[in-house]
């Protein structure tokens, strides 16, 4: 997924201004537009439109195909060997380093980590708030960084060089996900672990999370549409951009209104708005700079795909073969705080396996955001001359 690009990365004149092409970016780019599209048709018509439900019900499967494709690309694809024979502390020792901490850290929550006969979230659940907090201070934060790097892909598209504009959409796609979005999500979602830990170490209530969430809304329109209009007023305007504003824009406005609405669809069209957008977009980034680098080296366009495909195809499916017994152990988002009681049923005898699970889950997560940092922000000099190409050229 992309990340936010340290060095803004420079297009050549001429260029279009999609990544690709309208017909590829509209599938890869601008999926939550079309997948609510899609949800909203099929509502009406009946099950005829069925490929967003589908892709709702493969989530995990997706899900794993975005985050290995990024880490597979940065810690093993031929493409980046250079760079990780360079710099073995950034490529190999740092990432190795995170694994071993996340893995001896799911140890801990799954042999120590048991809420007490009263429920109550306490102090004694510090390795699982731990736990809990890296993934999710990192999930906004990874979030936020795919928002600004798609807005930076497209703003060098269209030859926006003014340090005013990278400003401005840095501060607009923080707003957007360190902010708005955080403060909206623990106002509408309260049975999940996380949830339950912030508004217990927290100085804040449900009806406080509430009022906030609304004016949350109302600030969201408002430097939704002051971005959006500082962009009408360009020469150079980005269609491309504009409509990835749009899907920014929306992703707190449907979320809040699902909730107050009470709405299935509005919760399936979050949910294929805010994370199959951005599932969709890393595998879609990353095969557009995998299978240019397998053309570059003589693949035909076919077979460049085909390869691509196998690899990241037989990655997910051994992530998948090993995880699906485990699935009830994604206590990232487990709701209906049922989580405690998934920590409450594993034995002794069940610790080092479920420890490796639980370290696993969570290492997949953060080796993804460490990957994404490195293959994206465009700051190391033999990453950006190998990616640069596939990722800003013609296809």
């Not at 995990?60 to 990024?70: K, L, N």
């Not at 749009?246 to 979050?270: C, D, E, K, N, T």
């Not at 460049?304 to 090993?322: D, K, N, P, Y």
Request: one cysteine or more; a positive charge.
């Amino acid at each position: 997924m992309a990340a936010a690009p340290g060095t803004s990365p420079a297009a050549a004149p001429g260029r279009s201004s999609w990544v690709q092409s309208p017909g590829w970016d509209a599938f890869w780019m601008f999926s939550g537009i079309w997948g609510c599209g899609l949800l909203l048709l099929g509502s009406i018509i009946g099950p005829v439109i069925w490929i967003p439900f589908a892709l709702l019900a493969s989530a995990r499967g997706v899900s794993i195909a975005h985050a290995w494709s990024t880490t597979y690309l940065v810690l093993f694809s031929p493409l980046l060997a250079e760079p990780r024979g360079e710099d073995r502390t950034r490529f190999v020792w740092i990432p190795l380093g995170l694994a071993i901490g996340c893995l001896a850290l799911g140890w801990v929550v799954a042999s120590t980590q048991r809420y007490g006969p009263d429920g109550r979230f306490t102090s004694d659940l510090w390795a699982l708030s731990l736990y809990l907090g890296i993934f999710w201070i990192g999930h906004f934060w990874h979030f936020g960084s795919q928002d600004f790097g798609v807005l930076t892909i497209y703003r060098a598209k269209a030859g926006q060089t003014q340090p005013i504009d990278r400003k401005l959409d840095r501060a607009y796609t923080a707003t957007m996900m360190f902010l708005i979005q955080p403060v909206i999500y623990f106002s509408v979602i309260t049975t999940t672990a996380i949830s339950e830990m912030a508004y217990t170490l927290l100085p804040i209530s449900k009806p406080f999370m509430q009022g906030a969430a609304n004016i949350a809304v109302g600030v969201s329109l408002i430097v939704s549409v002051a971005i959006v209009t500082w962009e009408l007023r360009k020469k150079n305007r980005s269609i491309p951009k504009l409509l990835y504003i749009l899907v920014i824009a929306f992703h707190p406005i449907i979320l809040w209104g699902s909730v107050r609405a009470g709405s299935i669809l509005l919760g399936q069209m979050y949910i294929f708005s805010y994370l199959f957008s951005h599932w969709l977009i890393a595998v879609g980034l990353v095969e557009r700079i995998n299978t240019g680098f397998y053309r570059s080296a003589g693949d035909t366009s076919r077979f460049a795909i085909l390869r691509h495909v196998t690899v990241i195809g037989a990655l997910t499916g051994l992530v998948m073969w090993f995880t699906r017994p485990y699935g009830d152990y994604l206590l990232f988002n487990t709701d209906g705080f049922q989580y405690k009681q998934i920590l409450a049923s594993i034995t002794p005898e069940q610790v080092p396996v479920i420890g490796l699970v639980l370290g696993f889950f969570l290492g997949e997560q953060v080796l993804h955001y460490y990957s994404d940092r490195r293959l994206f922000r465009f700051r190391h000099a033999s990453v950006r001359r190998k990616v640069a190409p596939f990722l800003l050229g013609t296809p």
